[in-house]
Structure formats: structure tokens, C-alpha cells
T-cell receptor
């Protein structure tokens, strides 16, 4: 069983669609993160949740809406995306400051 | 501002040693991480340095100099399976917020 599980692994959506990405961690960690990885660009931090509370929103457009119902689950709701939003979206979790982040396998999103 | 620099690509020979450098400028620095990412897969943790000096872990070692804003990852006895991207990341602020570099794509050839 992997520590951080993301679904779906691949998603193709139109610009008018609404979809959600799901992340679940089985590691008992307190912090969860959404990262965006575009081709030839660094991993970009999008959101940070600690103990279910959002502690960071890295100037992400409102068409991306995170939800963290508990410390084990994290969602990313997508609405009216643009083609440039096509990327690999990675979820991660960590115990606390100074400990490593564990990443899920990511969702490869294509916006058409 | 936040900035992480590392070379884009490197090549090396199987069995050799390679050093991947990283320089960083981040606020609220709380450690330097190295991750390995194979194509199409999630990044996996390799090492963490918070104090100056060398941390050794098997074939991989990582070095940090906080005064110089500099780190390197040293890979010994290279194997073909070490062909991957190596991501340098600076821990910034609380809650292990990571600022990543663009990654160094390492190709190991026979």
C-alpha cells in the first residue's frame, strides 16, 4: 500500500467542465500539500494544509479550489480551467517541519 | 525572493561518481532536501541537511553550506537505474513548505 494515493491518475477535461482530484494519505501526517509540475518548470507549491487548516495559498487562481475535510484527505476542485493548466498535479504529506514530504503518483491533467 | 538553481542536464558513466550542485536563496530557510524523480513517477526523498557538512547514506551523500547557500548531491558507483531527475528543494518557513529547483536530469550510460 502506497503512503499517499491520488486519483484519478489521468484526467482529460474540457474548459467548461467541473472535476475533482482526490488525495489520501495513510501515514498519519498532519500536513498536506498540492503541487503543480509543468514540463521543464520547477514544482510549484499551490496550497498547504496543516491540521485541516489552510496555511498557504500561493497566489493560485480561484478556478482551483482545495478542500481538506480531515488530516487524511485532500481534494482539489477544478472549474473552468484553461489549456495552460494542463500539468501533473502532485499531492504530498509530511509529519512536521524538518521531515521529508511523501508524494503521491500524481494526476496527469489535460485541459482541452 | 526565492530562487533555487541547479544544472539542467548531466551525463555520467556507469560506475563513476557524479556531483550535482544546487544554490539557493530562500527566506526562512529550514533545511535542504534532495529528491529523485524517475520519468512519470512521483518524487522520492533522498536526503535532508539542516546543519553544515556532509550526510552520507549508502551510495548517496549530500553536503550543505548555509553561509554560501550551496548544496550538492554526490552519487557514487553509478548504476543505470540512477538515470532520473534530481530535485533540490529548500525548506522555507513552517510546515515544511518546499521551494523546488527545476531539477537536474541525469543520464547514466554504459
Amino acid at each position: 500500500e502506497t503512503g499517499v494515493t491520488q486519483t484519478p491518475r489521468h484526467l482529460v477535461m474540457g474548459m467548461t467542465n467541473k472535476k475533482s482530484l482526490k488525495c489520501e494519505q495513510h501515514l498519519g501526517h498532519n500536513a498536506m500539500y498540492w503541487y503543480k509540475q509543468s514540463a521543464k518548470k520547477p514544482l510549484e507549491l499551490m496550497f498547504v494544509y496543516n491540521f485541516k487548516e489552510q496555511t498557504e495559498n500561493n497566489s493560485v487562481p480561484s478556478r482551483f479550489s482545495p478542500e481538506c475535510p480531515n488530516s487524511s484527505h485532500l481534494f482539489l476542485h477544478l472549474h473552468t480551467l484553461q489549456p495552460e493548466d494542463s500539468a501533473l498535479y502532485l499531492c504530498a504529506s509530511s509529519q512536521d517541519v524538518g521531515s521529508e514530504a511523501f508524494f503521491g503518483q500524481g494526476t496527469r491533467l489535460t485541459v482541452v | 525572493g526565492q530562487n533555487i538553481d541547479q544544472p539542467t542536464e548531466m551525463t555520467a558513466t556507469e560506475g563513476a561518481i557524479v556531483q550535482i550542485n544546487c544554490t539557493y536563496q530562500t527566506s526562512g530557510f529550514n533545511g535542504l532536501f534532495w529528491y529523485q524523480q524517475h520519468a512519470g513517477e512521483a518524487p522520492t526523498f533522498l536526503s535532508y541537511n539542516v546543519l553544515d557538512g556532509l550526510e552520507e547514506k549508502g551510495r548517496f551523500s549530500s553536503f550543505l553550506s548555509r553561509s554560501k547557500g550551496y548544496s550538492y548531491l554526490l552519487l557514487k558507483e553509478l548504476q543505470m537505474k540512477d538515470s532520473a531527475s534530481y530535485l533540490c528543494a529548500s525548506g522555507s518557513g513552517g510546515y515544511n513548505k518546499l521551494i523546488f529547483g527545476a531539477g537536474t536530469r541525469l543520464a547514466v550510460h554504459p
